[in-house]
């Protein structure tokens, strides 16, 4: 399973942009999808995950700002990131679990995009 994300980028503090994770190998469907982000100097943080089930959990420094999707027709999970700030700032990655015990941890998944970087400027 290949995952690839884009989508990140530049912007200002108070901006939105969406990433994408586009997978191929294998259908996200029976996947549950995680979002995870690293900053310099840091260790991977979750962010976010889309649970088989299709619930959601946030971490709480991203609750109500970010929303992670999926469009399983098209094998693609999505993170809309809107009211970015600097803190932000971080390389984000897309995850897959298909394994049947799933936990929030960087460790808990089968599979890793390379990540796309994210910088929100004060």
């Known amino acids: 399973v290949q995952l690839v994300e884009s989508g990140g980028g530049l912007v200002q503090a108070g901006a939105s942009l969406r990433l994408s994770c586009t997978a191929s190998?294998?259908?996200?469907?029976?996947?549950?999808m995680a979002w995870f982000r690293q900053a310099p100097g840091k260790e991977h943080e979750f962010v976010t995950i889309s649970w088989r089930g299709g619930e959601t959990n946030y971490a709480d420094s991203v609750k109500g700002r970010f929303t992670i999707s999926r469009d399983n027709a098209k094998n693609t999970v999505y993170l809309q990131m809107n009211s970015l700030k600097p803190e932000d700032t971080a390389v984000y990655y897309c995850?897959?679990?298909?394994?049947?015990?799933?936990?929030?941890?960087?460790?808990?998944?089968?599979?890793w995009g390379q990540g796309t970087q994210v910088t929100v400027s004060s």
């Open positions: 190998g294998r259908t996200l469907s029976t996947a549950a």
């Open positions: 995850a897959a679990a298909y394994r049947s015990l799933i936990r929030t941890n960087w460790d808990s998944y089968d599979y």
